[in-house]
């Protein structure tokens, strides 16, 4: 059920990215900034990383967007995220969070409830578990990964689309749920992604490269954050799919993790608009 | 000299880490932390990692397995491998320590000590610069690396089988000496695996990918730690050799790091049964 | 206008580092730590990280040569850069500074000034708007990358010539300033180098590897800091000519940055003297 009109209008989106190379300052792990700083490279944007108190605004002021990551978050982080994200948002830069194992600890739910209390974000992405965590209090996540009970199936999806409408409008966020099917969705419309494919899950950090890349979109194309983050994750999802073409007999997930990062590079407006896979409900 | 008795045990513990796919807590170095992520997703666990005091005793608790690496330790990372190490104990966990660096400073071999002295590990696996650093006070450690003059070799084959073994009886764990040839003993048995390439060491992290993949094991097959260690320790050789096999003019390095994490990713009960090279002493 | 005499002596800088195998302290960010770690292997020598400060001056006590580079720094780690950069001072081993991002936040271009005035740097390796941040106090960096209005050009090459001397002499340190023409001079004289592909910059954290592998040069060649400066800045542009010819279709950044470390790991002598393309002015 693709709608072309709306296919039309994401190309424009990842142009922007490249026209416009955005800089992105990142808050993140240290498991996936590497991969997070070579992904945003290859969508044409800019990556920083600075998670220290003392230059965490002065980084933020001179970028065009802030991805907030809490994976391996520790009490210096945490202050950073605060400091930083308080001035995006007194420059009106795109703020994306990715609370990575919300649930998993209360320090990371705790952490993620603070900054959605004291910060608006554009955005929030993260796995089904995690956003569970945030709107519903549940902790069914298992770790970093997503609880398989609680994936988007076909079978719940009119219900998950509720819920992420839901869990949107209490947040005034774009919400992102990805996963096997990708919801995106603010208070009224919700895309829904089928694009990626479920390899994806056994590289570590796909997640937190598309939060990456999707603070970059949301920073080329202000006023369209929810089409803009629907973009970022089709993008990803099409880059695993031709990521997959490119694989040969012994190559593994640590190849597939460089393709991934590889197809993001070689990607065009044409190629995403030929390739998504989305509907709008 | 493969014991076919043997053989057929360590095929079943790839099985088991595959099909209980344990959750492993890595308090580890940020040099390393991508691949011992991937390492571990590629034999079917899942990883998390966390070294903030405020969280590290929660996360172990949702965990299976805790893999302490001292490799870029910290104040606070110190802190979080006392608190985590000690809820694993409680928890019954499987408890594996990587002491990278014993013996290149005092802090680092006085933190391996000091955690030695307080927890009960399940298995403790080194280099034999780091391992003797530990056993023997001794400090020919070069850096990370092993010192060329400590190496197990078939010539003092016997006498550092007893030094494993005596090791592992003062420790209580069970002790993994990795290198050209690997040493994995308790008090009473010494497996002696002659699988790997000497060119996995010019990867940095083969040694912190395998402890990670060693504590999966380890938390997948209780009860069964010195074998199920053993088995680890063959597939991560093993993996080198198949990896070395893909390797194409011009591959270098950083490729091999890939192929050997692709090759644990395509490693089944059957290829580690028939390409282990195993003998107990 | 290749130079014969001074050709042949930089393959010889190379042969040092593989036959000398010095080992690298390296104080640097967590984004490229890997690749850091694998780019210095790569050449045949042998990286450890460390960044705390009960441990930094210990550390560089055992290895032969100091790599700082402030790249996501931290209050913690600023200690450790003083403590193990006067230790490195006291046992007169090679001590770089990699000011990443110097100009993109006042803690970062201060930590780079105050280290510069405390210590005595061998080699300062930085983009062109890092070392003017550093010796003109302009703030023109984007984020960690060079700013394109600052870039070393055919039409400006003769004042940056004047300008990299000049900041060598002020600063008593041999200045490489890497980009699409790399400058490396002392107060006297001038290397222009001509290697590289502008693709290298698609990647994060090739000037941090180039950091480390210049290290171990320095370390591995006494009483030559420039020559050994220039011959490890060709040696990295080289590698990604070199890596560049086995890109194949759908190659793109990250597979890029596989490559390049590859080709390091295949350099040899021979291959430098042939491919560098170095004149001094």
Partial sequence: MMQQEEAVMLESYLDNVRENAPLVHNITNYVTANDVANAVLA??????????????????????????????????????????????????????????????????????????????????????????????????????????????????????????????????????????????????????IRNGRKEMSTITGTGCQLSGVMTAFLAANPGHALAAAAAAAAAMGLAGEIAMGYMTEGDGNATYRNRIIDALYHMTAERLNRGERIEIR
Avoid: W
């Fill in 43 to 192: 969508v044409g944007a800019s990556p920083i990383m600075s998670d220290e108190p003392e230059e965490a605004a002065d980084i933020t002021q001179i970028c065009d967007g802030l991805n907030i990551n809490i994976g391996t978050l520790h009490q210096q982080s945490i202050r950073s995220m605060h400091l930083a994200g308080k001035r995006a948002m007194e420059l009106g830069h795109a703020l994306l969070l990715d609370p990575v194992g919300a649930g998993a600890s209360k320090l990371r739910t705790e952490t993620a409830a603070a900054l959605i209390e004291k910060l608006h974000f554009t955005a929030i992405r993260g796995n089904i578990s995690e956003i569970k965590a945030l709107c519903l209090g549940s902790t069914t996540t298992k770790g970093v990964d997503a609880d398989a009970a609680d994936a988007v199936t076909e079978a719940n999806l009119a219900d998950m689309i509720v819920f992420a409408k839901t869990c949107a409008k209490s947040c005034g966020s774009v919400i992102a749920i990805t996963g096997a099917i990708d919801l995106v969705a603010d208070a009224d419309a919700c895309y829904v």
